[in-house]
């Protein structure tokens, strides 16, 4: 019973990291044109189980390739959810499984407004970069400088940086 017990306790976890993610990744983004509630439920629950399986069996040596397949499932024809709202899904679904434990540090870290507007402190080039606009190369360059400034400022990892990072400015707030 106990081991049941354990499952559901990180089945429910991993429920609502995925609730929040999606959240994160589509509250401020249309996402939705003329889509039914039925289409809208089927294209979550399609982007979950993705999800769920990619962290399931977490790899960061496969992260890039996760990302890869998750940006690319399709809502209707030829509309997807692209590299920024994919890389916000799967990057803070690594993030809050990582914290608690469930998976090995994360490959990426998670690209959003604040995370720009401090890379873009070295590069003010960066500052142009919408997290919900960017297209790969835009995203391989951010994810490049995140490693950079990890590696200057001695975290293990750009995913530490960027957890140091948001928790510095969001208690300041």
């Given at each position: 019973m106990e081991?049941?017990?354990e499952q559901k306790k990180k089945d429910f976890l991993m429920e609502q990291f995925f609730l929040a993610a999606w959240s994160a990744a589509v509250r401020r983004?249309?996402?939705?044109?003329?889509?039914?509630?039925?289409?809208?439920?089927?294209?979550?629950k399609k982007v979950w189980r993705k999800v769920k399986e990619f962290?399931?069996?977490?790899?960061?040596?496969?992260?890039?390739?996760?990302?890869?397949?998750?940006?690319?499932l399709e809502l209707k024809k030829h509309r997807t959810l692209g590299i920024g709202k994919a890389q916000k899904i799967l990057n803070l679904m690594c993030k809050y499984c990582w914290c608690v434990g469930l998976i090995s540090e994360p490959a990426h870290l998670v690209i959003d407004s604040q995370i720009i507007n401090e890379l873009a402190k070295d590069n003010m080039e960066l500052s142009k970069i919408k997290w919900t606009k960017m297209n790969d190369k835009d995203y391989k360059k951010l994810i490049n400088t995140a490693q950079k400034k990890a590696k200057d400022q001695n975290c293990s990892s750009s995913a530490a940086w960027e957890l140091q990072t948001w928790e510095s400015s969001f208690s300041k707030k």
């Amino acid at each position: 019973m106990e081991g049941i017990i354990e499952q559901k306790k990180k089945d429910f976890l991993m429920e609502q990291f995925f609730l929040a993610a999606w959240s994160a990744a589509v509250r401020r983004n249309k996402i939705w044109s003329n889509e039914t509630e039925v289409d809208k439920n089927d294209f979550i629950k399609k982007v979950w189980r993705k999800v769920k399986e990619f962290i399931e069996n977490y790899s960061p040596e496969k992260h890039q390739i996760y990302l890869e397949e998750l940006k690319k499932l399709e809502l209707k024809k030829h509309r997807t959810l692209g590299i920024g709202k994919a890389q916000k899904i799967l990057n803070l679904m690594c993030k809050y499984c990582w914290c608690v434990g469930l998976i090995s540090e994360p490959a990426h870290l998670v690209i959003d407004s604040q995370i720009i507007n401090e890379l873009a402190k070295d590069n003010m080039e960066l500052s142009k970069i919408k997290w919900t606009k960017m297209n790969d190369k835009d995203y391989k360059k951010l994810i490049n400088t995140a490693q950079k400034k990890a590696k200057d400022q001695n975290c293990s990892s750009s995913a530490a940086w960027e957890l140091q990072t948001w928790e510095s400015s969001f208690s300041k707030k």
